[in-house]
């Protein structure tokens, strides 16, 4: 198994930080579809992915890396449930096949966050 000297070389942060740049544009091109409110939730969440995976990383114990693991879990799920509520909304249908793509990448975060 690799062991791994910083946060940015674990394929899990990788996959999230993409997640996190894909959602954001996502939100410019969608952006007069979607609620202030709403765009600014799913911004957080997506990021917040990556972050707590890079803080449990620097926070040098096990029980807190699996504790924001947890936490980074719950934040991908969090924005496949926006993403799932976007999907059903007349006004996005033209984003259909980016909001699916989306959906995979965060539940692949939440697979490999899972293992």
């Known amino acids: 198994m690799a062991t791994y000297q910083r946060f940015e070389d674990l394929p899990v942060w990788r996959e999230a930080i993409v997640l ?3 959602v954001e544009d996502f939100i410019d091109a969608a ?3 979607i609620t202030w409110s709403k765009r600014d939730q799913i911004d957080r969440a997506s990021l917040s992915v990556s972050n707590n995976i890079a803080e449990g ?3 040098g114990t096990t029980n807190e890396l699996l504790a924001f693991l947890y936490i980074a879990r719950g934040s991908a ?3 496949r449930s926006m993403l799932c509520f976007f999907e059903r909304r007349p006004k996005l249908r033209d984003f259909i096949s980016e909001i699916s793509n989306l959906k995979s990448t965060a539940e692949s975060c939440s697979r490999q966050l899972r293992g």
């Open 57 to 59: 990383f620097e926070r």
């Open 77 to 79: 799920g969090e924005v």
């Open 31 to 33: 952006k007069d579809r």
């Open 20 to 22: 996190a740049e894909r």
